[in-house]
């Protein structure tokens, strides 16, 4: 079993910046890319940023040049610096994480999340 716990967000007001972490627990050998993802009032959850074990990154459109992602596998922790924020940034930010477990028969893989933590953008 796997755990994700988030943390970092809270109200800031436009323009600045916040750091979220996401912090995995459990049983982790089979850790694979991690990812953010947000939820805004009324809309569906869509990808902010993803990072691979080895650190290969992606980022949705609307956050490049502002948001990083970065990874510290020694403590299997995820960041999300977010910075020049925009009252439309306000959501829900989830994270993500992907497992593949390996046997002799099959590879399977795993998807978990976290519980969210809140982002509010003021103007």
């Known amino acids: 079993h796997v755990q994700l716990v988030e943390s970092g967000g809270g109200l800031v007001q436009a323009g600045g910046s916040l750091r979220l972490s996401c912090a995995a627990s459990?049983?982790?050998?089979?850790?694979?890319?991690m990812a953010w993802y947000r939820q805004r009032p009324g809309k569906q959850r869509e990808l902010v940023a993803g990072?691979?074990?080895?650190?290969?990154?992606n980022y949705a459109d609307f956050v490049k040049g502002r948001f990083t992602i970065s990874r510290d596998n020694a403590v299997n922790t995820v960041y999300l610096q977010m910075n020049s924020l925009k009252p439309e940034d306000t959501a829900d930010y989830y994270c993500?994480?992907?497992?593949?477990?390996?046997?002799?028969?099959?590879?399977?893989?795993?998807?978990?999340w976290g519980q969210g933590t809140q982002v509010t953008v003021s103007s």
């Open positions: 990072i691979t074990k080895y650190h290969r990154t």
């Open positions: 459990g049983r982790l050998s089979g850790l694979k890319d």
């Open positions: 993500h994480a992907n497992l593949e477990i390996a046997t002799i028969e099959r590879t399977s893989s795993y998807d978990y």
